[in-house]
C-alpha cells in the first residue's frame, strides 16, 4: 500500500504539475508540497480539500 505522500506525488504529476505549479493552485508553498509527499507533515482538512479539487480525484483515490 502506498503512502498519501506517495499518493499525493503520483497524481500529482499526473495531472502534469510540478509542485510549485501545484502549491500555486492550492494557496500554499512548493516546500509544503514537499514535506508531503515525503510524508514529513500531513495536510490539513482544508487542504485535502483543495487537493481533491484540483487534482479531480475523490478523497478514497488520495489515501489509497
Request: proline share 2%; with cysteine.
Amino acid at each position: 500500500m502506498k503512502s498519501f505522500g506517495e499518493n499525493l506525488k503520483q497524481l500529482r504529476i499526473a495531472n502534469k504539475l510540478s509542485q510549485k505549479e501545484f502549491a500555486v493552485k492550492i494557496d500554499t508553498t512548493q516546500q509544503r508540497v514537499s514535506e508531503w509527499e515525503c510524508n514529513k507533515i500531513e495536510p490539513t482538512l482544508s487542504n485535502i480539500i483543495k487537493i481533491i479539487n484540483v487534482l479531480g480525484v475523490s478523497f478514497e483515490d488520495l489515501i489509497e
